[in-house]
């Protein structure tokens, strides 16, 4: 019998099973992926947003300003990469794209997908907004004052939106650390376990596994883009989470510095527009694009997506050389349609919560919500906090051993540590979040064969039973 | 740590340069390795066709390896394996900073330990932050990478069962294990080619090849005896536009470009397959070279050298193809062992005028579009070498075969063949037990006939043959009734502790 459990092993959840795991509780975290956040976890811009952007009053709002606030003392506790670069909302010239970028007008895009509209209100919207939501330090500077923080920036640019809190962190460095840590303070994580019913039974959850059937007395439903199909399994009070999906090209660290900043354009309709960032590991980030589709699988990429991203970018900061793309990718953002995160107690099932439609600013605001959530818990279902609880974690570290992935140069002993750490890695992709192994240029080509052969010795199995990502995507045939 | 002269790479070129450098009097050198054994990606490359130039004689890779990596013994030149420089910097000295592991002196090829054998090496340690060589001059020899699915930018899934060619290469031809059972390969360079009959000869259903260009850039020798060989279709102007399968591949949508490589619309075909090779070009890999500062040429991706191949930082010179992508070894080796030389001057007679840059000689890219009008009735293509000459066989009035279009007599007496008996060279790898890797490769003693190639792979994919093998090894003897022996390429060691590896197994 558990007292809570977690269905959900995104960044969300494992924020929420962290904070959980300095009380006196029993706790289980259900995943149904081979591995801790593979959802909207590992495919997102990896932004701390400033928290400009969401209406005051509102939970996106509260949580994401304190998600910000508490990221940089959680990265040092915690040793996940994080780093404060401060963000820049760019406003335009009007209809620049059509009129300044030839390489659009000549490249067979449609204008529609480039025009960004000179709005200078919009601007001092966000500022405003910003500052009712206790964003620090928030100012509108003029163009040139932007190309002085950061030269890159196009000329037709006439004012924009700085805003030094913005961040930007690992969003794998940050799940596994909060996965590692709660880990170490009790928390079980099950992996490839995918819930397919819950019963409540007097004040007792029932929930039915393909593995089992976990006893719970509170249940929290962090389950992403399934957080509708769990909450339907107990409530009758209907919920429906969309996925809507998001591409993004990313590029060599060759050209990593092009931007110190992370630069947004002014928002739309559909989320925040386009974003140029570095990533913390040094590569260039463009996108997401913004479409609500039915799937809620479909991560796949397309030619029209991938296009946009890198000609909204151009608009940004000039055009990058195609050449220098590594991988392009996409994420589905859970969208609850109410225009902010469900985070309650569902009305019709005492002891169940819902923490749902936490899309855009979820990642930022995912430790926030932890500690949101558990303050519910503790209300709850009253609990002493653990004496022994252990703050600390440590990241894998980088040595001078062999070499495995030659781009990123992760040693053989920072393979081995990957699996050998709770929840530790059990396929190629778990590998490569926890180390970076695969991420650089080759993109795996010379180190998969090594890492293949060290997952079987570790764990026990023939090469040909090692997966991409889980059951179904073995990389080997069985030989005959 | 001082050396004359570092050798950054064990692979072809860097073998040449080095065994150049010694026999120009330089005898105090180091190559540094990553991998766990000498020769580079020619061990993974099997098949035959090397050496021509440089030997003489059509060798296969790892053959071809094995000849060079003695020359290296031979002078007693110190190695390490497992060992990556991972920062150069110029200057007098020239300082390296290296990553290496514990087994750094473990031969994967010869049993011995190379610590012990090698006395000058001996007080080679492993500081704390890696491994610190000065050095007078050294040679760049890191070769190439692929170009990976990402930076082709091809939309889709993100599935398991997308390899590219050289990794699958790896896969087979190394570790003995299986990729993939239909496969579509995207490319039509040498690469793809040798790979679309390597998992053709495995079993695979191969079910195409896919280039986007209107000619294949591999050569024609490798289209006639890696595709038509085989009844592989090779798509030209074609490319890959999306790719379906969540967890492992489903099937690849192809499509028809114009000259701009834009596609055609209505042209779209779903292929299904559980595997994509992609042979999409190489890049020379000078993450290391850009780091330190030297000069690159955008056109070849590769430094910008003189006519010595030294690079704008003085001593430090380049070769193979982490200077510029080279089709054949024999022109990595011959450019290695000029840059060895150059190297070995500038040890021993210090730094002359640098004088001109000048851009390494590539010779022209193969572009062959197959032909339909051809004939196949009486016109081949000579498989003989690279040159691919285009024959025509006429049955004289008196009986004999005569071959018009051949530019030596290999071409004769090939046309002569291919129209009575056609045979072939057959090359793969044979299950090891007990060895320190699974599979070792082989080859045929002679040609074999043309129509018993797979009934020649099923008996060697049903053989095993026990640890040690030595390269020259005869392992099945007279194979499907040919009269022809399967030999050994390579060495495979015993493995040291095989019960150990059980039990870690368990």
């Known amino acids: 019998m558990y007292d809570v459990i977690i269905i959900g092993g995104g960044v969300v959840g494992c924020c929420i099973a962290r904070e959980l795991s300095k009380i006196k509780m029993r706790i289980a975290v259900l995943e149904k992926n081979s591995d801790i956040g593979e959802g909207a976890t590992k495919a997102n811009s990896g932004i701390v947003h400033a928290g400009y952007d969401a209406a005051a009053g509102t939970l996106k709002a509260l949580l994401n300003v304190r998600g910000n606030k508490m990221m940089k003392e959680l990265a040092d506790e915690l040793d996940f990469p994080f780093i404060n670069n401060g963000s820049l909302v760019l406003c335009f010239e009007e209809n620049i794209a059509s009129a300044e970028n030839d390489h659009i007008a000549?490249?067979?895009?449609?204008?529609?997908?480039?025009?960004?509209?000179?709005?200078?209100?919009?601007?001092?919207?966000?500022?405003?907004?910003?500052?009712?939501?206790?964003?620090?330090?928030?100012?509108?500077?003029?163009?040139?004052?932007?190309?002085?923080?950061?030269?890159?920036?196009?000329?037709?640019?006439?004012?924009?939106?700085?805003?030094?809190?913005?961040?930007?962190?690992?969003?794998?460095?940050?799940?596994?650390?909060?996965?590692?840590?709660?880990?170490?303070?009790?928390?079980?994580?099950?992996?490839?376990?995918?819930?397919?019913?819950?019963?409540?039974?007097?004040?007792?959850?029932?929930?039915?596994?393909?593995?089992?059937?976990?006893?719970?007395?509170?249940?929290?439903?962090?389950?992403?883009?399934?957080?509708?199909?769990?909450?339907?399994?107990?409530?009758?009070?209907?919920?429906?989470?969309?996925?809507?999906?998001?591409?993004?090209?990313?590029?060599?660290?060759?050209?990593?510095?092009?931007?110190?900043?992370?630069?947004?354009?002014?928002?739309?309709?559909?989320?925040?527009?386009?974003?140029?960032?570095?990533?913390?590991?040094?590569?260039?980030?463009?996108?997401?694009?913004a479409e609500d589709i039915e799937d809620k699988e479909a991560v796949n990429t397309t030619a029209i997506g991938s296009a946009t991203v890198m000609d909204k970018a151009a608009v940004s900061i000039g055009k990058i050389a195609v050449g220098e793309v590594i991988t392009s990718f996409a994420g589905l953002r859970a969208h609850g349609g109410t225009g902010d995160f469900t985070i309650k107690e569902v009305d019709d099932v005492p002891g169940f919560l819902d923490v749902a439609g936490i899309d855009s600013p979820g990642l930022t605001a995912a430790p926030a919500i932890g500690e949101y959530v558990a303050q519910m818990v503790r209300e709850i279902l009253p609990a002493e906090d653990k004496k022994d609880f252990k703050p600390e974690r440590r990241g894998i570290k980088s040595g001078w051993g062999e070499v495995i992935c030659r781009c990123e140069r992760i040693t053989k002993e920072e393979i081995y540590e990957a699996i050998r750490r709770t929840p530790g890695a059990t396929s190629i992709d778990g590998i490569k979040r926890r180390t970076r192994a695969g991420m650089g240029r080759c993109q795996g080509g010379f180190c998969s064969p090594r890492i293949i052969e060290i997952l079987a010795q570790e764990l026990g199995k023939e090469p040909w039973e090692i997966t991409k990502a889980g059951a179904g995507s073995e990389i080997l045939f069985y030989p005959d | 740590m001082k050396k004359d002269l570092v050798i950054i790479g064990g692979g072809p070129a860097g073998l040449a340069a080095a065994v150049e450098a010694y026999d120009q009097g330089v005898h105090d050198i180091l190559i540094l390795e990553r991998d766990s054994e000498l020769g580079g990606i020619l061990n993974q490359c099997i098949h035959n066709g090397f050496g021509l130039h440089t030997f003489k004689e059509e060798l296969t890779g790892p053959e071809y390896a094995l000849r060079y990596v003695k020359m290296v013994k031979e002078r007693k030149i110190p190695f390490m394996l497992r060992t990556m420089a991972v920062k150069l910097k110029g200057g007098e000295p020239i300082k390296i900073t290296a990553m290496c592991g514990d087994e750094r002196w473990n031969d994967r090829r010869e049993e011995v330990l190379l610590e012990a054998e090698n006395e000058p090496l001996a007080g080679l340690q492993k500081g704390a932050e890696g491994l610190e060589i000065e050095a007078k001059a050294v040679v760049l020899a890191m070769g190439c990478r692929e170009r990976a699915r990402g930076a082709l930018n091809i939309p889709g899934y993100r599935p398991a069962g997308i390899f590219t060619a050289g990794s699958a290469q790896r896969f087979v031809n190394i570790e003995g294990l299986i990729p993939g059972r239909e496969v579509v390969v995207l490319g039509s360079g040498d690469i793809g080619l040798i790979m679309a009959r390597r998992m053709k000869l495995q079993g695979a259903d191969v079910k195409m090849v896919v280039e986007i260009m209107p000619y294949s850039g591999g050569l024609k020798r490798n289209i006639v005896q890696c595709l038509e060989d085989f009844n592989i279709p090779l798509k030209l102007s074609h490319t890959i536009v999306d790719i379906d399968g969540k967890h492992r591949l489903k099937g690849v949508t192809i499509a028809q470009v114009d000259e701009a490589g834009k596609e055609l619309p209505d042209t779209a075909e779903y292929i299904k397959c559980d595997t994509l090779l992609l042979s999409c070009g190489l890049i020379p890999e000078n993450e290391l070279s850009i780091d330190a500062g030297i000069e690159m040429d955008r056109l070849t991706h590769g430094p910008v050298v003189n006519d010595r191949m030294e690079t704008g930082c003085r001593g430090i010179f380049s070769c193979g193809n982490v200077l510029h992508v080279h089709d054949l070894v024999d022109n990595v080796s011959k450019e290695a062992k000029a840059a060895g030389k150059?190297?070995?001057?500038?040890?021993?007679?210090?730094?002359?005028?640098?004088?001109?840059?000048?851009?390494?000689?590539?010779?022209?890219?193969?572009?062959?579009?197959?032909?339909?009008?051809?004939?196949?009735?009486?016109?081949?293509?000579?498989?003989?070498?690279?040159?691919?000459?285009?024959?025509?066989?006429?049955?004289?009035?008196?009986?004999?075969?005569?071959?018009?279009?051949?530019?030596?007599?290999?071409?004769?007496?090939?046309?002569?063949?291919?129209?009575?008996?056609?045979?072939?060279?057959?090359?793969?790898?044979?299950?090891?037990?007990?060895?320190?890797?699974?599979?070792?490769?082989?080859?045929?003693?002679?040609?074999?006939?043309?129509?018993?190639?797979?009934?020649c792979m099923a008996e060697i994919g049903r053989a095993k043959v026990s640890a040690p093998v030595v390269a020259g090894d005869i392992l099945l003897k007279d194979i499907a009734g040919t009269g022809v022996h399967i030999i050994a390429t390579a060495n495979m060691l015993s493995n040291p502790a095989p019960e150990n590896k059980m039990s870690q197994k368990v």
């Not at chain 1, 895009?109 to 200078?120: E, F, T």
């Not at chain 1, 209100?121 to 206790?134: A, K, Y």
């Not at chain 1, 039974?201 to 509708?228: H, M, P, Q, S, W």
């Not at chain 2, 851009?359 to 009486?378: C, M």
């Open chain 1, 106 to 289: 000549n490249s067979g895009v449609s204008a529609d997908r480039v025009v960004i509209k000179n709005d200078r209100s919009r601007l001092e919207e966000l500022l405003d907004r910003g500052r009712q939501n206790g964003v620090a330090g928030l100012k509108i500077l003029t163009g040139d004052a932007i190309r002085r923080l950061e030269p890159a920036v196009s000329q037709s640019v006439t004012s924009g939106l700085y805003a030094p809190t913005g961040g930007i962190v690992c969003p794998f460095g940050l799940t596994y650390a909060m996965a590692e840590n709660a880990a170490v303070n009790g928390v079980e994580f099950y992996r490839q376990t995918k819930v397919v019913g819950i019963e409540k039974k007097k004040d007792i959850f029932y929930i039915t596994c393909d593995r089992g059937v976990f006893e719970g007395r509170l249940v929290i439903n962090v389950a992403g883009i399934y957080a509708d199909l769990i909450h339907n399994m107990v409530s009758n009070e209907p919920m429906t989470i969309r996925p809507r999906r998001g591409e993004y090209v990313l590029y060599d660290k060759g050209v990593g510095g092009r931007v110190s900043h992370t630069v947004f354009q002014l928002p739309g309709a559909y989320g925040k527009g386009v974003l140029v960032t570095p990533t913390v590991h040094g590569n260039l980030l463009v996108g997401p694009t």
């Open chain 2, 342 to 455: 150059s190297a070995a001057e500038y040890v021993l007679s210090g730094a002359g005028e640098w004088g001109k840059a000048t851009r390494p000689k590539s010779p022209p890219k193969s572009r062959y579009t197959p032909t339909p009008e051809r004939d196949f009735t009486n016109q081949l293509i000579c498989i003989g070498c690279p040159v691919g000459c285009l024959l025509t066989v006429n049955k004289r009035s008196d009986g004999q075969l005569e071959v018009t279009g051949n530019s030596c007599p290999v071409g004769a007496e090939y046309g002569r063949k291919e129209m009575t008996a056609p045979t072939r060279p057959l090359t793969a790898s044979v299950k090891v037990t007990d060895g320190i890797g699974a599979v070792v490769s082989v080859k045929t003693s002679a040609d074999i006939p043309k129509n018993k190639i797979m009934e």
